[in-house]
């Protein structure tokens, strides 16, 4: 497969255990967060979104928490299995900026049977 | 699968060269967002394109250039290729122009030699 980084921190959890993710976003204003999930060869999936309204969001086996004061983000996957393989990428946008979303750099994960 | 479909998936030219890349939305979204993810830069945005009128530019070249059609279809042109312009180029859509989950295409691997 492809890297889609060369210099990717890397976060290696031992299957079934909870990992958790951490990115530092850049712009005090921004008001949507979104964390994607790229798989080597694929295009980066949707995993979950949160507005600067809310502190924590919960999906199915995962949780984002958002904490606005020191601008930080963290994804939260609750026992983790092989198929949670993967770059994760988190993203902002900003209120009166432009569409688009700002990327931060990605974290490998691997999860080791 | 995402929804959004980008043709081809690889292309491989030599520099000078000129080429286009394609992409059409998930049916509905009326955004279309070009991102360039290289092995040293990550995800880095492009442009977006909201119901055929351009809504936002990132780092695009002078020599790259897209437009989206009548039918929301969206094409990259990518003129004078480099080395450096090697690289993957995604498409994205979402419903509006702005505060939306974007969903991504799978990416044309572009190999410029």
């Known amino acids: 497969g492809e890297s889609v980084g060369l210099h990717l921190p890397t976060l290696s959890v031992q299957e079934g255990d909870n990992s958790i993710i951490n990115c530092a976003y850049s712009?005090?204003?921004?008001?949507?967060f979104i964390w994607y999930k790229q798989e080597s060869g694929k295009g980066p999936q949707f995993i979950i979104d949160i507005r600067s309204n809310m502190d924590k969001r919960q999906g199915q086996r995962v949780t984002v928490l958002l904490n606005k004061t020191v601008k930080h983000l963290s994804l939260q996957i609750a026992a983790t299995q092989p198929g949670d393989s993967a770059v994760y990428f988190c993203?902002?946008?900003?209120?009166?900026?432009?569409?688009?979303?700002?990327f931060g750099k990605g974290t490998k994960l691997s999860v080791k049977p | 699968d995402s929804g959004v479909t980008q043709t081809p998936k690889h292309l491989i030219t030599a520099t000078g060269q000129r080429v286009t890349l394609r992409c059409s939305p998930r049916s509905g979204d009326l955004s279309v967002y070009w991102y360039q993810q290289s092995l040293d830069q990550g995800l880095q945005f492009l442009i977006q394109?909201?119901?055929?009128?351009?809504?936002a530019k990132g780092n695009i070249l002078e020599r790259f250039s897209a437009q989206q059609f009548p039918d929301l279809h969206s094409e990259l042109n990518l003129s004078s290729l480099e080395l450096g312009d090697s690289a993957l180029y995604f498409c994205a859509s979402s419903p509006g122009d702005r505060g939306d989950i974007q969903y991504f295409g799978a990416g044309t691997r572009l190999s410029v030699l």
């Open positions: 394109y909201y119901n055929g009128e351009e809504r």
């Open positions: 993203a902002e946008n900003f209120w009166g900026s432009q569409g688009n979303l700002i």
């Open positions: 712009n005090s204003a921004s008001d949507y």
